[in-house]
């Protein structure tokens, strides 16, 4: 199928366009744009500097992909976005390419449903099969994992680590990592309880919800310490996988300051 591109559209002469794209009224492409196959631009979306976009995305009016960091120290230099396959990028959405501070890529995976006016920063890198609704920011080299769901309003500090499956509820300010499973909320965000909706919606097994919420009683009611926690966890045959990725998370966090085991490469 041919791509189909409308009337009063900007597109550098330079930029490559894959077959079967569309493209509405007056979207700005750049020189280093990058856009597969399938993928559709509504009216107004902006494409700047070295962005890649996948194949069979939606992308809504307003959004400005690959803009520069808001970073005081970035040079200019050609740092990149690279975003995925079958992503969902709702009106208003930013998303910024990197800066110099690690691999030069602000990364977004496959199957994200971004909605209105959510902003992903410079170096941050977004999985796959994540929800992140209204209004949401999220700071400079954020990681999110995969299957992570965030609420309206919620605001990440730069340097968190969202874990997989957990669940951040709206208007929250999330200044430490959030643990994989676990739902956090309030302000600032702390691990309430586990994400028990979104591990039985991904088919999660009984003994494993039953064994990551034990996990969850320990470390966050009890106060056991993670040493006693992974313990008790072990004798009584709880310590399934996702109970060590959970606890392991849990370490490296620790690890770090300010409840922020990414912390460490700031320093660095």
């Known amino acids: 199928m041919a791509t189909y591109v409308a009337d009063h559209v900007s597109i550098d002469p330079r930029a490559q366009i894959d077959d079967d794209v569309e493209i509405g009224p007056f979207c700005v492409i750049g020189p280093h744009a990058r856009i597969g196959r399938g993928t559709k631009l509504e009216n107004n979306v902006t494409l ?3 962005v890649r976009l996948g194949c069979y995305n939606h992308v809504y009016p307003g959004a400005v992909l690959g803009g520069e960091p808001q970073d005081i120290s970035y040079a200019g230099t050609d740092t990149k ?5 079958h992503n969902v990028i ?3 959405v930013t998303i910024n390419r990197a800066s110099e501070k690690e691999d030069g890529i602000t990364r977004v995976g496959d199957f994200n449903f971004l ?5 992903v920063a410079h170096d941050c890198q977004v999985g796959s099969h994540i929800i992140v609704a209204n209004n949401s920011l999220l700071a400079g080299h954020v990681h999110v994992h995969d299957y992570a769901s965030l609420s309206g309003a919620v605001a990440v500090h730069h340097f968190v680590t969202v874990g997989s499956y957990s669940f951040i509820g709206g208007v929250s300010p999330v200044r ?5 499973y676990m739902l956090v909320e309030g302000y600032p965000a702390k691990p309430r309880c586990i994400n028990v909706v979104g591990l039985k919606r991904n088919n999660f097994p009984t003994d494993v919800i039953q064994a990551l919420a034990e996990a969850h009683r320990l470390l966050y009611r009890a106060k056991v310490g993670l040493d006693n ?4 966890l072990r004798a009584n045959g709880h310590l399934v996988p996702q109970v060590n990725h959970l606890l392991n998370f849990v370490q490296n966090q620790h690890e770090g300051s300010h409840g922020r085991g990414r912390e460490r490469r700031r320093a660095a």
Do not use: K, L
């Open 229 to 232: 926690a992974w313990e008790i």
């Open 90 to 92: 709702r009106e208003g």
């Open 81 to 85: 976005v690279i975003i995925g396959d």
């Open 48 to 50: 700047m500097g070295h």
């Open 176 to 180: 430490h990592d959030v643990p994989p």
């Open 115 to 119: 909605m209105a006016f959510c902003h």
